[in-house]
């Protein structure tokens, strides 16, 4: 069993950057990889970036702005974002799975809470 808690979100301007953290429980956070992904109101959950359990992949879907990494030492991920955009407002959820191709069609074990993020323009 793995626990996700995020951190890091916030109320932000237009342009300007936060990173989000996931801390994760558990002596297997090494194992699994981890992923990002935003649900803003109304509108279907979606695929924000993955990372293998090394750290030697990652599926950035909002290229050049976006940029997750890993410490396994302390069992957490991090997405940093910047320049960032009103439609970048959702709530971030951070997520665990198998392979970083399973995150990247939408599955995943295990969920964090999320937490919100709001870019004002």
């Known amino acids: 069993q793995v626990q996700l808690v995020e951190s890091g979100g916030g109320l932000v301007q237009a342009g300007g950057s936060l990173r989000l953290s996931c801390a994760a429980s558990?002596?297997?956070?090494?194992?699994?990889?981890m992923g990002w992904f935003r649900q803003a109101p109304g509108k279907e959950r979606e695929f924000v970036a993955a990372?293998?359990?090394?750290?030697?992949a990652t599926y950035p879907s909002v290229k050049g702005r976006f940029t997750i990494s890993r410490d396994n030492a302390k069992n957490t991920v991090y997405l940093r974002m910047n320049t960032l955009k009103p439609e970048d407002t959702a709530v971030y959820y951070c997520?665990?799975?198998?392979?970083?191709?399973?995150?990247?069609?939408?599955?995943?074990?295990?969920w964090g809470q999320g937490t919100q993020v709001t870019v004002s323009s």
């Open positions: 997520a665990a799975g198998d392979m970083d191709f399973d995150l990247f069609r939408g599955s995943a074990k295990y």
């Open positions: 558990g002596r297997t956070f090494g194992s699994y990889a």
């Open positions: 990372i293998s359990w090394s750290g030697g």
